[in-house]
């Protein structure tokens, strides 16, 4: 992400410094152009022609000249300079991102689009995999705290009741196991396949709850370099128009280059929580398959305990039948 800001911040500079050459270039050679100004020779007043009127009669008054936009400018340019200002202001107000999006190319639009779009799907996932974690984990624990004091793959499941979960399954799972091998006096081969089945349906538990995390990563890694196509096709759109308009007037060029910048902070935008939120998640998650390996755990000695109590009781009934 570090070399990616870096490439849209020398994009921008190598922008900046083409247009400040250019710039120079151009009002060098306006000055080159120009012809020196001569500075006129002060002149003396010409004589009036008209003929004074006669004695005894007044002089008209004379008449008020018609005022023009210029001398006003120059009568006041207090105004000119609140007009201009304001002028300005308006410009700056026409920078703003959506008016930016709305002048954007089609392709950066759609850059844009797609990375808003990114970023929605950031933050359900984000919002969903709260509540699933949050649920999960605390199921999990409740299930864990209610088998402490079984003593028989029996017992927990009267324990757990009708409840549906992980912990269900495990003890489902050995029960199944301890059915099909009955008759079998190997323990370790049962306890072998019930660890089997323990794997598979841990494994089937890590890959639900990993579910969206790839889309968080995909989200996370590839965003920033999207933006930056966005912005690469913007400058490029911004130099074809400063070489139709062959000005290199900054007013001119920095709203293109504006836009496209817009794409790489989109970028950023949809990346950055992507990947903050990705590696949370993978903390959170990894401390929910602690929780179902001690489940698995707990399946497995409540298995090896109905085991153990089975070849006892086979054995004090051959013991009794001995005696008798």
């Known amino acids: 992400m570090k070399s990616t800001c870096l490439k849209a911040v ?12 250019m710039s120079a270039q151009q009002l060098s050679a306006q000055q080159a152009a120009s012809p020196p100004r001569e500075v006129p020779a002060q002149s003396q007043p010409a004589a009036d022609p008209t003929p004074a009127p006669p004695a005894g009669q007044a002089q008209a008054p004379l008449a008020a000249a018609p005022s023009t936009p210029g001398s006003d400018a120059a009568a006041n340019p207090a105004d000119s300079g609140s007009r201009s200002l304001k002028s300005t202001t308006a410009a700056l107000r026409e920078l703003s991102p959506w008016s930016m999006f709305l002048s954007a190319d089609v392709l950066v639009k759609a850059v844009m689009i797609g990375l808003a779009f990114a970023s929605l799907v950031t933050w359900t996932i984000f919002i969903a995999k709260v509540i699933e974690l949050a649920v999960v984990q605390r199921m999990l624990r409740s299930a864990l705290g209610k088998i402490v004091d079984a003593r028989s793959l029996a017992d927990a499941q009267f324990a757990l009741g009708a409840k549906t979960g992980v912990l269900s ?6 029960i199944r196991e301890a059915r099909l091998s009955a008759g079998i006096s190997s323990d370790s081969g049962i306890k072998e396949r019930a660890a089997s089945s323990f794997a598979e349906i841990s ?3 890590a890959r639900r709850i990993r579910l969206g995390m790839g889309l968080l990563a995909t989200i996370g890694a590839t965003s920033p ?3 930056l196509f966005g912005t690469v096709w913007g400058i490029m759109n911004s130099f074809i128009g400063i070489s139709k308009a062959q000005t290199t007037n900054l007013a001119v060029v920095a709203p293109g280059i504006a836009e496209a910048l817009l794409a790489t902070a989109i970028g950023l935008v949809a990346a950055i929580p992507a990947v903050i939120i990705y590696n949370h998640f993978a903390r959170v998650t990894k401390t929910y398959l602690e929780l179902v390996s001690r489940a698995s755990g707990a399946a497995a000695r409540l298995l ?4 153990d109590r089975t070849h006892v009781n086979a054995a004090g009934g051959a013991h009794s039948r001995a005696a008798e």
């Open 10 to 21: 020398c994009a921008v500079a190598f922008a900046l410094a083409v247009m400040s050459l």
């Open 169 to 174: 399954a495990f003890l489902a799972a050995a």
């Open 203 to 205: 494994r089937a538990e």
């Open 225 to 227: 370099f999207v933006g």
């Open 304 to 307: 090896s305990r109905d085991l």
